[in-house]
């Protein structure tokens, strides 16, 4: 490359710019061309100024190119390069086409931490070539494994660094220990709530969405919380991954192998959630990659978000479509989803009495219906504790965070072996045809699922779920086949079995 290469960001994706410079004598002007014009404006500015500080003055006519001219670039990153390509155009530093830069400048020379430091590591990575950063993007870029990376504090040490008068040490390979894993809110810290937290195991093990169902105040919100305490820690792939999206979503890096958590109100935005906007940046779905994504009050978000939500849930990736083009983010998420039981919020409660309707409860449990519920495996009650209940509890929480965990890696792994030949990583991904054929079940379980089926009326999908479900708390247990008592457990979270255990069918 003849220019100076910058990146833009595409997804997350670093793509390769070219960025020419040409200065020939007359009266001073930049003209930047590639960039759209309010970007421009700031960037020549910023730019200008931090040359300036080094000894350069910029004079003549100055054209700069940023090719390809049909990707769109975001100005702040590009500071870098442009800067120093001028440099090198005013004769000032010698550089070849070889290495990549990326930085936003302060007037002062200074170097501002940018979003896509992650990406361009990737892309530096793939194309042998050293990278340039700014100092505050140096944890995160370290973590790349195999970069030739250089933090950048000032202009005016990189110009040095290039003239060979001061060199910059080389960003050294970061390491994140897989016993980086702090459990924030740990199952031991939370009274009671057996149920609950049995079926937030399983959802765990087997990768199940669940569906909460309480009144305010018995502690879904934590419950949701303390799931990412159980859950494997990332391995270096996923790491990866869930560096890249915040990098690109412009988040500062967060070390350690704890899953995501991230919680949407009803109220966010689809761009929120789903992601793209003016700026393109990944969603909260996205942020949950590899992690939960809590939706909290689930009734009350818009059937256009939830509709939108079913391609990360079937295939774990969500593809936003804009008028530059379209962009896949990852979004494989865990969904944890919460509402109350009733509108007044105090069905089966112990303490208050529910002032709702027959029919207004008719119409709030339509208003659960829907796409996204044929994708919840797991529906479990979570009532307010009763005073006596708390008292008779004393200091009784169960086991600890640490020790669930373990019997989740166990089932996690008995799955992958299970299903690797067929392409498949936990229960909850397994389709209907395959959960029919390949499922081993005690002689004693079809006559007693035929009589469950007839007795609850369980759909086609809800007979699925029960064995998808059935199948993981027999992981769970490391038993080889379903018997009785895990297809027994498995209704006890069937769909409606979180309000007063009638189930309604729709
Ligand atoms: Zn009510």
């Not at 990376?149 to 390491?175: C, F, N, Q, S």
């Not at 799955?415 to 067929?422: L, S």
Request: aromatic letters at 4%; hydrophobic letters at 40%; charged letters at 25%.
């Amino acid at each position: 490359m003849n220019g100076i290469r910058g990146v833009a960001l595409r997804g997350t994706q670093a793509m390769a710019v070219e960025v020419e410079v040409e200065i020939t004598g007359g009266l001073f002007s930049i003209t930047v061309v590639g960039l759209p014009d309010t970007a421009v404006k700031e960037a020549r500015e910023r730019v200008r100024a931090a040359l300036r500080g080094t000894g350069i003055t910029l004079k003549g006519r100055i054209a700069i190119n940023l090719a390809p001219a049909d990707l769109p670039k975001e100005g702040a990153l590009l500071d870098l390069p442009m800067a120093v390509g001028l440099a090198r155009a005013a004769g000032r530093v010698e550089c070849d086409g070889h290495a990549t830069f990326m930085g936003e400048l302060a007037l002062d020379g200074r170097l501002r931490w940018v979003r896509g430091a992650v990406p361009a590591a990737v892309l530096a990575r793939e194309l042998k070539a050293p990278l340039y950063v700014p100092k505050d993007n140096e944890m995160e870029v370290s973590l790349v494994d195999g970069v030739e990376a250089y933090a950048v504090d000032t202009l005016v040490d990189l110009i040095a660094h290039l003239k060979g008068e001061k060199p910059i040490p080389r960003v050294e390979h970061g390491i994140c220990e897989a016993r980086d894993f702090a459990v924030e809110t740990d199952f031991a810290d939370i009274k009671g709530q057996f149920a609950a937290k049995r079926a937030l195991e399983i959802a765990a093990a087997g990768h199940h969405n669940l569906l909460m169902s309480g009144s305010p105040g018995s502690g879904k919100t934590l419950l949701a919380r303390a799931l990412k305490g159980i859950l494997p820690p990332l391995s270096d792939e996923e790491m990866m991954e869930v560096l890249l999206v915040r990098s690109t979503a412009g988040l500062p890096f967060e070390p350690g192998r704890v899953r995501p958590f991230r919680s949407a109100h009803h109220t966010a935005s689809s761009v929120a959630i789903c992601g793209g906007g003016a700026s393109m940046r990944p969603g909260e779905v996205s942020l949950a990659d590899r992690g939960v994504l809590f939706l909290d009050e689930f009734p009350e978000f818009s059937r256009d978000v939830l509709e939108s939500l079913r391609q990360p849930l079937e295939d774990g990736t969500i593809t936003v479509s804009r008028a530059i083009g379209s962009v896949t983010y990852p979004a494989r998420v865990l969904l944890v989803t919460a509402c109350n039981p009733c509108p007044c919020g105090y069905s089966g409660d112990p303490a208050e009495p529910c002032r709702c309707s027959q029919g207004a409860l008719e119409r709030y449990r339509r208003k659960l219906s829907g796409p996204i519920l044929d994708r919840i495996d797991l529906h479990v009650a979570v009532p307010r504790l009763s005073p006596e209940e708390l008292v008779s509890l004393g200091g009784a929480c169960g086991e600890a965070s640490s020790d669930v965990r373990a019997r989740v890696e166990a089932a996690r792994k008995l799955q992958q072996e299970r299903w690797k030949d067929m392409g498949y990583h936990c229960n909850a991904e397994l389709p209907e045809k395959i959960l029919r054929r390949h499922i081993k079940m005690e002689s004693d379980v079809r006559p007693f699922l035929a009589e469950t089926v007839k007795g609850l009326r369980l759909s086609g999908r809800g007979f699925s779920r029960i064995l998808r479900v059935a199948r993981t708390v027999a992981d769970l247990e490391g038993a080889a086949s379903i018997g009785v008592h895990h297809v027994a457990e498995s209704l006890s979270y069937r769909e409606g079995a979180a309000f007063g255990g009638s189930g309604w069918a729709h």
